[in-house]
């Protein structure tokens, strides 16, 4: 989900290294539609002029692995100048070390790029190899661009794979999900690319879940407070997830825009239609500080990770994926006490944690309780009637006050205050915060009494 105003940002999080800059995710409702245009013929339409990168992006989901990688053109992703290996460790060592590799590679490649701007007859096999990419009297300034867009991608075959055995449990569902607010259930794939399928899952611009929302958007749809954040939630976040496009689909009429949106947010695929009117234009022609590479590849992108995952057998052989139903879903009818489930039930409190976490750390802390209506996922083992015979006494009147409270990203005076039911001013005068109310992340507020 979006990295700007929508739900983030990986979505699956790409191992790249720039340099320079290049001009860079609601339905179709259950009420009757209009006559549709020939842009929205097909729901999900592969445009003439994107498939060289649904082409790219399928053959990095698929053929090539962490140890690899591709030097390319940002703006032209049939435009390869090297594969080159690296070090698959999954280590802060072999993260430096590929690093440097490809600073190396990039440099190299710029070099020669502005080499051949200048008019440089190439001379060494990799110049000639690098210019036969070009037509013939190609202009100098075409050089010098493609000097500006060189970009390095890590394979993604062991990542992306992983997250179709994962999808296995929850992809029927999250169909079912998604088709009961009036969309395609292909919507349901969109995971695979965002998070593949990982609920732990965060990314550098604080988007977090399958879904990867951010903060901002998360709040929209869902509860995100100091107990729980459900975005990290998959079926909670799967339902928000399902709003959200709704709601782009509504405003932009195509989908290739609504998914587009996911990534780039609504108010800027709204501007961006206003200006060019259709998807192909805007992939063209559209431009704007944060319409860049990510945003301009999110629909190609998709269409990519949904052509692999359903066909998965196709590019992976036979995988076993992960099944359905392994777990008990039961909604808590009042507060309680991770300590007392574990107590009460057949689990222990790592499971408890592995299994939950929507649930925040004061909970597994034992400074906060479980609220009401939060859905408890739990072994398979433990059934809905041990549970409502065991949970009754457990629950607990209201929420256990804490007195402090220690700021997060995303946190401000007001959301503070509302999570724990008191006064802003008075949260404001205890800790003179000032008229402006700044908090910082790592501030200990003080939490005034009711």
């Not at 903060?215 to 407070?225: C, Q, R």
């Not at 998914?259 to 234009?281: C, E, F, Q, V, W």
């Not at 220690?406 to 005076?413: F, H, L, Q, S």
Request: charged fraction near 25%; aromatic fraction near 10%.
């Amino acid at each position: 989900m979006a990295r700007f105003s929508g739900p983030s940002v990986c979505f699956i999080v790409f191992v790249s290294i720039v340099i320079g800059a290049c001009g860079s995710a609601a339905p179709v409702c259950q009420a009757a539609q209009p006559a549709a245009s020939p842009e929205q013929a097909e729901l999900f339409p592969v445009y003439d002029l994107i498939k060289p990168n649904v082409k790219f992006w399928t053959n990095i989901f698929t053929q090539y692995t962490r140890g690899q990688a591709l030097v390319h053109d940002m703006g032209d992703l049939s435009r390869i100048y090297e594969e080159i290996k690296l070090n698959p460790a999954k280590s802060r060592a072999a993260a430096r070390t590929n690093k440097k590799t490809k600073k190396k590679v990039l440099k190299k490649y710029r070099a020669i790029l502005i080499g051949l701007s200048k008019g440089e007859t190439p001379k060494t096999p990799t110049e000639k190899k690098v210019a036969a990419l070009f037509p013939d009297k190609t202009k100098p300034v075409t050089f010098r661009r493609a000097a500006q867009r060189l970009r390095v991608q890590t394979g993604l075959k062991e990542h992306f794979m992983e997250g179709v055995i994962r999808s296995g449990a929850l992809i029927d569902e999250f169909k079912m999900i998604i088709k009961s607010y009036g969309l395609p259930e292909d919507l349901a794939y969109l995971p695979c690319l965002e998070s593949a399928f990982d609920v732990h899952t965060y990314s550098k611009y604080g988007a977090a879940g399958l879904w990867q929302f951010t903060h901002y958007t998360g709040k929209l749809f869902m509860d995100i407070n100091q107990v729980v954040d459900q975005r990290r939630d998959p079926i909670v976040s799967t339902h928000g997830a399902a709003q959200l496009l709704k709601r782009n689909y509504e405003k932009l009429q195509n989908w290739p825009m609504a998914i587009t949106a996911y990534n780039h947010g609504l108010y800027g695929m709204s501007r961006a239609k206003d200006k060019h009117k259709t998807y192909p234009a805007i992939y063209s022609d559209y431009s704007s500080r944060s319409f860049r590479f990510a945003s301009r590849n999110f629909y190609p992108e998709f269409i990519a990770a949904r052509k692999v995952a359903k066909n998965y057998i196709e590019y992976y052989g036979n995988i076993i994926l992960d099944k359905p139903g392994q777990q008990t879903r039961y909604k808590v009818q009042g507060f309680v006490a991770a300590k007392d489930l574990v107590r009460a039930l057949p689990v222990d409190l790592h499971t408890l944690k592995t299994m939950n976490p929507a649930l925040r750390k004061p909970v597994f802390d034992g400074k906060k309780y479980i609220p009401p209506g939060q859905t408890l996922y739990l072994p398979k083992h433990i059934s809905l009637d041990l549970l409502n015979k065991t949970l009754g006494p457990l629950y607990r009147t209201a929420q256990r006050y804490t007195p402090f409270h220690r700021v997060v990203k995303g946190d401000t005076a007001g959301s503070i205050a509302n999570t724990y039911k008191v006064p802003l001013k008075e949260l404001i005068a205890m800790n003179g915060l000032g008229k402006k109310a700044t908090i910082r992340v790592g501030q200990t507020l003080k939490i005034p009494f009711k």
